[in-house]
């Protein structure tokens, strides 16, 4: 009888058609799952396809209560995996994973509606991940699977969107306490997204810090966070620069990716339309900047008066005084031309404009942004440099070094 318990687990399943049989079966697994101990009795658990047989059984995950036991099992299996049991859960061929129900599977509930699922759904890609497994991370980052990290960044898309449109409501709304409600459910939405995006940036796997980061610079960030800054913009860009600034500060505070970071700093000293950025990713998982794109060094010579700190330049009493005199720099007009840029505002320059505005709200979301740069240790001290945000004692150690 040991030798058949979960192929009588399952036959029971497929003659049984009750509910309460699915959910006692889930409920009974997964507690056994969680409370094993012994690595020969997880090694004969998992053999033989029996839990993928399971997984892949057919629940009626429309009932919720069959659906949250589901999770609870699926979450249980997860949280049993290491470089040697996750072999017995994916399928090969050719030395290569072709098949991996346990994790394709669970990513199907990652936009779930009820939160309690979610958060099971991101624990369990996340056991996942820190597994040492490099055919798994190929597998995951290899299509069709690698779409879910695109996914991610599309759902934060529309979150951003809606929240705008929140705003916007909310400013002329006589009576916003309604939406005040619905935008704080929002914002944490928005926040857990941002939070497991960078738990995954963080898993140590190279591959998938550089795919997560790319989806966000490439399908967020870039073409839709930066260029909203410019509020006069006619563009076509889709957010307000209240909105823009507050995402911005937010993901510069919670993401302490250095690559990124680096990528949304060096940013605002251009256009977005013209930076472009390699990462290095090692094997290790640590990043680093590798080399500009040719139209990105030659503006940095265009702009390069602007990074140096003048050793005679008198003593600044606060953030307004340095980015007063590091403004008075003007760069190389034929070089931003030739770039293709012509005479247009960088977008630190539009941030610094904003402190000389009416509206409070630019005044201090562009504050709070340019804080959250100065804050982030990841941010190199060159990009600071160049933003003029460089705080004094670092540029005195640096005139020392001279």
């Not at 033989?48 to 099992?73: K, M, R």
């Not at 290569?96 to 936009?111: D, G, T």
């Not at 605002?268 to 013209?274: E, I, Q, R, T």
Request: some cysteine.
């Amino acid at each position: 009888m040991e030798k058949q318990i979960m192929s009588q687990f399952l036959r029971i399943l497929k003659i049984s058609k009750t509910i309460s049989v699915a959910v006692q079966l889930l409920q009974t697994l997964s507690i056994m799952i969680q409370n094993l101990q012994s690595e020969h009795a997880i090694y004969y658990l998992f053999s033989n396809e029996h839990i993928n047989g399971l997984i892949l059984y057919p629940f009626d995950v429309q009932n919720e209560e069959i659906l949250n036991y589901y999770i609870y099992f699926l979450r249980a299996v997860s949280g049993k995996l290491d470089k040697n049991t996750i072999s017995l859960l994916v399928k090969t061929q050719n030395d290569e994973v072709i098949s991996f129900p346990l994790y394709s599977e669970a990513i199907k509930f990652v936009h779930h509606e009820e939160n309690m699922v979610r958060i099971a759904v991101r624990a369990l890609t996340l056991n996942i991940y820190h597994v040492t497994d490099e055919y798994v991370h190929k597998f995951i980052t290899s299509p069709p699977l690698a779409g879910y990290f695109l996914n991610l960044v599309k759902i934060l898309q529309q979150q951003c969107l809606n929240l705008d449109a929140l705003v916007v409501d909310a400013s002329k709304a006589s009576d916003s306490s309604q939406i005040t409600e619905k935008l704080l459910v929002v914002l944490a939405e928005i926040g857990d997204n941002l939070c497991y995006c960078n738990d995954i940036i963080f898993a140590g796997v190279a591959c998938l810090s550089r795919l997560m980061t790319h989806h966000l610079l490439h399908s967020l960030v870039l073409p839709i966070l930066l260029p909203s800054l410019n509020s006069s913009s006619a563009n076509g860009t889709r957010l307000s620069a209240h909105t823009s600034l507050y995402l911005l500060s937010f993901i510069l505070k919670e993401v302490r990716f250095k690559g990124l970071v680096n990528s949304i700093g060096a940013a605002l000293l251009y256009p977005a339309v013209v930076f472009s950025m390699h990462f290095d990713i090692e094997c290790n998982g640590h990043e680093s900047i590798e080399e500009w794109s040719p139209r990105a060094k030659k503006l940095d010579q265009a702009t390069s008066s602007s990074r140096n700190v003048d050793a005679n330049m008198q003593k600044q009493d606060d953030l307004h005084n340095a980015n007063e005199s590091s403004v008075t720099h003007s760069p190389n007009i034929a070089i931003l031309e030739e770039c293709g840029v012509g005479q247009n505002l960088s977008l630190r320059d539009i941030l610094l404009s904003y402190f000389k505005c009416e509206d409070d709200k630019l005044v201090l979301g562009s504050l709070d942004m340019l804080i959250a740069l100065v804050q982030n240790r990841e941010l190199d001290d060159s990009v600071l440099d160049a933003l003029g945000i460089l705080p004094q004692r670092k540029q005195h150690k640096k005139l020392l070094l001279v």
